[in-house]
């Protein structure tokens, strides 16, 4: 007897969407096996109703066997849409306040996201205007086939280099200034210079500007530099006094005072002070204003001499090199110098005629011994005054 074939059932041949699924086939048949061929995947190459997910156009097959033993065939189509490029660029940039519009072509009933930076979310170009980066999401669908997609733009939005300058901002006169630029790596100044550090001396007060640029426009800062002139410095005028007296210089011109050399000087540092130098002196005086600018001015304290005829009451000749001779030093001019040195026995160990010859402490090529001796001096000055001195000299070592 012959008994009916299996009437299998793949589907109606469909269209569908790049990405979609469908489920094929129909409810099985008891006693009945099925099997599928397909190139793409299904859920179950073994059941009545598998679930297709095709990439690509693709014709799918199934075999029934039912309880008999007898088998049939039959296929579906399916067409798949591909999704369409509506052409969004993946990512965009722009500046800072700038608007920017979004470009696409071929979609419909367009979706947008985030909508507080979007013009209108339903364009199918629209303009956005972000401040910060941002990553712009779209829904949109194929005019064409009515398929669904989405895709995504990354918007960097770059900014005005904020520029700011600092440093020196009040100089001496003949002192540098230097100024900083943060903010930009690429700095114009109107000195001409292109460096985020810079250098001046300027004679006068002067501005800085300096100027940063980029694609999204530029900004500038200015820094004025005061330049203070030297305070005037006053030492007073020249003096002149006598030898062993003591002088008193005054400043003039500033906040702070140091005189140099500090040598004989009871306060180098001090506005006035009294000098009491030993010979013919050139002070400088420098002054400090209250910005730390100085000036300097000199003066000359000139010694005169009295006539005066001096013996070094202390010797030591021990060939050190200090001392060890014994002169007669003489303050002014004179004739006729006779030195004469007695040891305490009254015995002339020493006579001299000669200013510039004095006594090595040897008497008959022999050192005198540590001790008291007792000198007798005359001279005339120049004038015709004639001058007599007695005196004690130590001989030590």
């Known amino acids: 007897s012959f008994v009916s074939l299996p009437v299998p059932n793949a589907g109606v041949d469909t269209t569908l969407c790049s990405g979609d699924s469908l489920a094929l086939g129909v409810s099985p048949v008891n006693g009945s096996s099925y099997s599928w061929q397909a190139t793409s995947s299904l859920s179950d190459l073994n059941v009545s109703d598998p679930i297709a997910y095709p990439l690509s156009d693709e014709n799918f097959i199934v075999t029934e066997i039912d309880s008999n033993g007898c088998l049939n065939y039959d296929t579906i189509d399916l067409v798949v849409y591909p999704l369409i490029d509506i052409g969004l660029d993946d990512s965009l940039t722009l500046c800072d306040g700038d608007t920017l519009q979004l470009l696409t072509t071929g979609g419909s009933n367009y979706y947008w996201s985030p909508?507080?930076?979007?013009?209108?979310i339903i364009a199918g170009s629209p303009k956005i205007f972000p401040d910060t980066n941002t990553t712009i999401y779209v829904i949109y669908e194929d005019s064409l086939?009515?398929?669904?997609?989405n895709d995504s733009v990354l918007v960097s939005v770059n900014y005005v280099d904020s520029i700011s300058v600092s440093g020196t901002d009040t100089i001496c006169l003949g002192d540098t200034a230097y100024l900083y630029a943060t903010g930009s790596d690429s700095c114009w100044w109107n000195s001409g210079l292109m460096s985020n550090a810079i250098q001046s001396t300027p004679i006068t007060t002067s501005e800085y500007i300096v100027w940063s640029i980029n694609s999204c426009g530029?900004?500038?800062?200015?820094?004025?530099?005061?330049?203070?002139?030297?305070?005037?410095?006053?030492?007073?005028?020249?003096?002149?006094i006598i030898f062993g007296e003591t002088g008193t210089l005054q400043g003039q011109g500033g906040e702070a005072y140091l005189w140099s050399p500090s040598n004989d000087l009871d306060c180098p540092d001090c506005q006035n002070v009294n000098a009491s130098p030993s010979q013919t002196t050139l002070y400088t005086l420098m002054v400090t204003d209250s910005f730390g600018c100085v000036g300097y001015d000199s003066m000359l304290l000139e010694l005169k001499y009295i006539d005066t005829l001096l013996i070094p009451?202390?010797?030591?000749?021990?060939?050190?090199?200090?001392?060890?001779?014994?002169?007669?030093?003489?303050?002014?001019?004179?004739?006729?110098?006779?030195?004469?040195?007695?040891n305490r026995w009254g015995k002339l160990v020493f006579e001299t005629f000669d200013e510039n010859f004095g006594w090595d402490g040897y008497y008959n090529e022999s050192l005198q011994p540590l001790d008291v001796y007792v000198y007798y001096l005359t001279a005339n000055t120049l004038g015709g005054e004639s001058m007599q001195q007695k005196g004690d000299v130590t001989l030590m070592r």
């Open 313 to 342: 009451n202390l010797f030591t000749p021990n060939g050190d090199g200090h001392n060890d001779i014994l002169y007669v030093r003489t303050f002014g001019e004179f004739e006729n110098i006779h030195f004469r040195l007695y």
């Open 218 to 240: 530029s900004d500038s800062d200015t820094l004025v530099v005061t330049v203070i002139n030297p305070p005037v410095a006053d030492a007073g005028a020249d003096q002149t």
């Open 145 to 149: 086939t009515g398929c669904s997609g």
């Open 115 to 120: 909508g507080n930076i979007l013009e209108n």
